[in-house]
């Protein structure tokens, strides 16, 4: 299987005497299969996804402006617009061993003109996945169904300057599936937090995002390396390839553990974690000490 550098939670419908939310679409490989675009330039992708939601927008920001954009729709309640950014086209491989095509859409929040930079907000993003035919054209083969939220700060996924890595290492996460485990953090007055999720790109079924667990946490720039408060470890993942539809992600914590009481040792122990396809989450499995 080729492993290639890859550039960037589905709703659960819920029946009881509450409203009725509206039910998730269920995934058709025919319908993909219906939309073929010529090329996979930001004319024709947002045409075809976007039709009759584009405005004219204006955005004095960095970021935004190093990459294709327009507006979406109107300013909400709180003035702020939804502005699509269309990322790098990246090549990948399918479990079939077939060439791909991964479009990153992100959408963020532009108020005044400039990037909304709250703390804690992250972005959305809408990802596709396509393949190209004999006569050129390229022909979808699996989506998101709903715009997938990125745990980054500040207002974006801002690939290049963020802790967000989705550059991660494509490979086999199932017997038919293939994705990625990538890192996502912030820095705050002295402490560092980061989690790892996982990216499902598979051919029966949309394109999601997942949680997985604890990346690492350190406050170093609060605390001195001595100090009995001082703290600082990391999550290392592997995948462990079995006869499963989902292989499962080894969790492995090293380092120094904080002084938390609610918190359990966990330092040189690793942890397995399962997707369960009914939640669609990742499940602590096991757990054992590390060798």
Request: charged share 20%.
């Amino acid at each position: 299987m080729k492993k290639l550098l890859l550039s960037l939670v589905l709703s659960l419908s819920v029946l009881s005497a509450t409203p009725v939310m509206a039910a998730a679409p269920a995934f058709s490989a025919s319908q993909m299969a219906q939309v073929k675009i010529k090329d996979l330039s930001f004319q024709e992708v947002m045409r075809q996804f976007y039709n009759g939601q584009m405005v004219p927008t204006v955005a004095d920001d960095t970021y935004i402006d190093s990459l294709p954009n327009i507006g979406l729709g109107l300013a909400d309640s709180t003035a702020y617009r939804t502005v699509a950014l269309m990322h790098p086209i990246e090549l990948y491989y399918s479990a079939d061993d077939e060439q791909r095509y991964l479009v990153t859409i992100e959408k963020v929040l532009v108020d005044n003109y400039s990037l909304e930079r709250c703390f804690p907000c992250g972005s959305k993003a809408d990802l596709y996945s396509f393949k190209k035919l004999n006569d050129k054209k390229f022909q979808l083969v699996s989506r998101t169904s709903e715009s997938v939220e990125f745990s980054s700060n500040y207002g974006s996924m801002n690939l290049q300057n963020n802790n967000l890595d989705i550059h991660g290492i494509l490979e086999r996460l199932g017997e038919n599936l293939v994705g990625s485990i990538f890192k996502s953090g912030y820095m705050r007055q002295g402490y560092t937090t980061d989690s790892w999720a996982v990216l499902h790109l598979p051919e029966n079924d949309f394109i999601n995002t997942y949680a997985l667990g604890d990346a690492g946490s350190d406050n170093s720039g609060q605390e001195e390396e001595g100090s009995p408060s001082y703290y600082s470890y990391e999550g290392v993942v592997e995948v462990m390839p079995t006869n499963a539809k989902y292989y499962p992600i080894k969790l492995t914590y090293k380092g120094i553990a904080p002084d938390d009481p609610e918190r359990p040792d966990f330092i040189n122990k690793s942890f397995v974690m399962k997707f369960n396809p009914v939640t669609k989450t990742y499940e602590t499995a096991s757990s054992f000490v590390a060798l």
